[in-house]
């Protein structure tokens, strides 16, 4: 029972400290102002398109690391008008279909969300300052810690075993309260009405459907992680695949 309760836990330091580095720096990054946002976005953007390039084609590795620098680097424009961007990262995404590629279809969709959430990102943190920001990143991080301890403490039906074996229905619906509990604390704060109770589960939601969607990806391709980029947590893909 020790060794088992041991194991469970055993990723816990890592996780722990890794978020804390990372809670830390996006902080001071998206307080400092647009630039330095701009600049985080796209250094996380092109990290997670080199991730799923590496995983939908790993015998190209040099072609998923130009991908993810031209990523970034499209990404990166994100400051100048907006349409030359959408339509250079749909052009980045369509190249996700072009073979040998496992899962083309799936991976495009998936790069076409990773490419959009950068943009709708850094479009929040200038048309509507850092607040709704701080709300979906506190949304994804409440849900996620909310399901990884009680997920691991009460444990029960799996959630969806063929594709996520660790999730269970326990830390699924943890998430959701956990994610409208925060609401409330916006509302109660003055940032937003009511409904935003009811939305915050909503996004949890979302994400975690994000992150079951990476799990698929990651089985097919037969791999436990994008990466190994953040101890603890595995890829950048893996640890904001629920906020894209």
Not at 5 to 14: F, G, M
Not at 60 to 87: C, D, K, S
Request: glycine fraction near 14%; charge should be positive.
């Amino acid at each position: 029972m020790t060794g088992s309760a041991e194991n469970r836990w055993s990723d816990l330091r890592p996780r722990v400290i890794s978020a804390v580095v990372m809670l830390v720096l996006g902080g001071l990054d998206l307080w400092f102002g647009a630039t330095p946002f701009l600049v985080l976005v796209s250094a996380l953007i092109g990290a997670m398109i080199w991730e799923l390039a590496r995983m939908s084609a790993p015998q190209n590795p040099r072609g998923a690391v130009v991908l993810g620098l031209v990523a970034g680097g499209v990404m990166l424009g994100a400051a100048f008008p907006a349409w030359p961007i959408i339509w250079m990262s749909a052009a980045l995404s369509l190249i996700f279909l072009v073979p040998p590629r496992r899962h083309p279809i799936a991976t495009t969709l998936t790069a076409l969300a990773i490419m959009a959430c950068g943009y709708g990102l850094f479009w929040l943190r200038e048309t509507q300052g850092i607040v709704p920001i701080l709300w979906l990143m506190g949304v994804v991080i409440v849900s996620d810690i909310s399901g990884y301890f009680i997920g691991r403490t009460v444990g029960g039906p799996k959630f969806w075993p063929a594709i996520s074996p660790k999730k269970t229905w326990s830390g699924t619906i943890a998430g959701w309260v956990g994610a409208a509990g925060l609401g409330a604390i916006f509302v109660a704060l003055g940032h937003g009405g009511l409904m935003l109770i009811l939305l915050s589960p909503l996004v949890a939601f979302a994400g975690q459907m994000g992150d079951i969607a990476e799990s698929w990806l990651k089985r097919r391709a037969g791999i436990k992680d994008s990466s190994r980029l953040i101890p603890g947590h595995g890829g950048v893909l893996d640890r904001f695949d629920a906020v894209v």
